[in-house]
């Protein structure tokens, strides 16, 4: 069974009815909200596969929910809900960043189909990694440890864990960290540093026996933040 969640921001009580009941059938997780405000925060704070955007809410607009989405999360799948007659709405949409739209009135069969599209051309999710080799050893994050190829072991705290984990499974993709605040951390970036990230960079490249100074697994991407290479790209910094 399908376990992807997806949060659909949707006013109108009989639609919203109607995709979280389509959604539950086909056996989604669904998270639900009626209003821009609240949609808001679920779409910065909740940790969900896919975004169902109606741009026509009450509160905060939907566009307005795309582009701080955006800024925080960038490469969160998003759907946008709109009315037929709404065709610039629906290029702004897609000009913010939408990965796809949905015109009201809509089939559930449509519906489905673009939801199963997205979702199959999206980033990984960092779901059920279970152990993960390395150049000196193997990462249990079952366990959360990492036990070296010469019999040694080190821990990981949970916080740890979950960002070498995210990195890992958005391999070969440099991570923003807005987007660790955001998807690991379930921080809004917003007047946060970003210090604490940093800090478990450093502790991780330590427990990894990274070179600190030339790093061959975690790498820096200037400007844009952490990459997670495992050795497949001969340097760093």
């Known amino acids: 069974m399908n376990r992807s969640a997806i949060l659909t921001i949707e006013d109108d009580p009989a639609i919203r009815r109607g995709i979280v009941d389509a959604l539950e059938f086909n056996g989604y997780r ?20 896919l975004l169902l955007l109606d741009l026509a809410l009450p509160g905060i607009p939907g566009l307005e929910i795309l582009r701080r989405l955006r ?26 960043g939408a990965d796809d739209y ?24 960092p779901t059920n990694i ?3 080799n ?4 193997t990462i249990d994050f079952e366990r959360r440890e990492l036990r070296y190829t010469d019999e040694t072991r080190a821990e ?3 916080k740890e864990a979950d960002l070498l984990g995210y990195l890992i499974s958005n391999r070969g993709r ?26 478990h960079i450093a502790r991780l490249r330590e427990k990894l026996r990274d070179n600190k100074e ?12 952490y990459m997670w290479t495992a050795g497949e790209n001969g340097s760093g910094s």
């Open 71 to 96: 800024k925080i999360r960038p490469t969160q799948p998003v759907i946008i809900l709109t009315a037929k007659g709404d065709e610039t709405d629906r290029v702004q949409g897609l000009k913010d």
């Open 174 to 199: 440099a991570i923003s960290r807005d987007e660790l605040l955001s998807s690991v951390w379930r921080l809004s970036p917003k007047g946060i540093t970003t210090r604490t990230i940093d800090m």
């Open 30 to 49: 669904v998270l639900e909200s009626a209003d821009g405000n609240d949609g808001m925060n679920k779409a910065t704070e909740s940790e969900y596969d």
């Open 156 to 158: 990981l705290s949970e």
């Open 214 to 225: 030339k790093p061959n697994l975690l790498l820096t991407v200037r400007g844009k933040g």
């Open 130 to 132: 279970g152990q993960t």
């Open 134 to 137: 390395f150049e000196y050893g």
């Open 102 to 125: 949905v015109v009201k009135p809509f089939s559930i069969k449509e519906l489905m189909a673009r939801v199963e599209a997205v979702l199959r051309r999206s980033p990984e999710r």
